[in-house]
Nanobody
Framework: QVQLVESGGGSVQAGGSLRLSCAAS????????LAWFRQAPGTEREGVAV???????IYADSVKGRFTISQDDAKNILYLQMNSLKPEDTAVYYC??????????????????WGQGTQVTVSS
C-alpha cells in the first residue's frame, strides 16, 4: 500500500513563497507519474503540476513561471515550490500518484493514490 503525506502549507501574503512536500511510503513500482492538485471551496479539484516518468514537467497555465515541481528520489519526496503567490492560489493542495503511467494527465480520476491535503492561504 502506498501512502502520501503532504506538509508545508500555511498562510502567506501575496507575493510570498511556500514549499510543499509530499512524502511517499510503500512502493508503487513501474512507471509512475506524480502530480500536485488543488481544490478551492466550491470548485473542482484542478491539476497544478505533473512530473512524468521521463522527468518532464507540465504546469497549469495559471502557475507557469511561478511554481516548480521536483522530486528527491533518494528520499521519496515530491516538492512543489510556489513563488509569487496570489490570493487565487488559496486552496487545499494534494499530491497524487498514478501507476502504469504512460501519459501525463491533469485528470484527477486517473490517479490511484492521494495525500490528505495541506491548506495554502494567500492574503492580499
Amino acid at each position: 500500500q502506498v501512502q502520501l503525506v503532504e506538509s508545508g502549507g500555511g498562510s502567506v501574503q501575496a507575493g510570498g513563497s511556500l514549499r510543499l512536500s509530499c512524502a511517499a511510503s510503500g512502493s508503487i513500482g513501474g512507471r509512475v507519474c506524480l502530480a500536485w492538485f488543488r481544490q478551492a471551496p466550491g470548485t473542482e479539484r484542478e491539476g497544478v503540476a505533473v512530473l512524468n516518468t521521463r522527468g518532464s514537467k507540465i504546469y497549469a497555465d495559471s502557475v507557469k513561471g511561478r511554481f516548480t515541481i521536483s522530486q528527491d528520489d533518494a528520499k521519496n519526496i515530491l516538492y512543489l515550490q510556489m513563488n509569487s503567490l496570489k490570493p487565487e492560489d488559496t486552496a487545499v493542495y494534494y499530491c497524487a500518484a498514478k501507476k502504469n503511467c504512460f501519459t501525463s494527465s491533469f485528470q484527477a480520476t486517473v490517479y490511484n493514490y492521494w495525500g490528505q491535503g495541506t491548506q495554502v492561504t494567500v492574503s492580499s
